[in-house]
């Protein structure tokens, strides 16, 4: 079941979670919506924990998965 975070962010307003299939959506103020296939949930706990959503995703998510 996708679970939706709204998220204090310059960059990202939203983050979507799914456990069964472990698919992890960004959306961000831009508009754009991206889906992250084969994300682990440890990951994205991680995400949303972060102080800053926006170096997170640059640093641990853009590239990496």
């Known amino acids: 079941?996708?679970?939706s975070y709204p998220v204090s962010s310059e960059a990202?307003?939203?983050l979507e979670y799914d456990d069964e299939t472990e698919e992890c959506y960004v959306t961000f103020?831009?508009?754009g919506?991206?889906?992250?296939p084969e994300f682990p949930a440890s990951e994205f706990r991680a995400w949303l924990t972060?102080?800053?959503?926006g170096s997170f995703f640059n640093t641990n998510?853009?590239?990496q998965y």
């Open 50 to 53: 972060a102080r800053s959503k």
């Open 33 to 36: 919506r991206y889906k992250i």
């Open 1 to 3: 079941m996708l679970e």
């Open 29 to 31: 103020h831009s508009g």
């Open 61 to 63: 998510v853009k590239g």
């Open 12 to 14: 990202i307003a939203l």
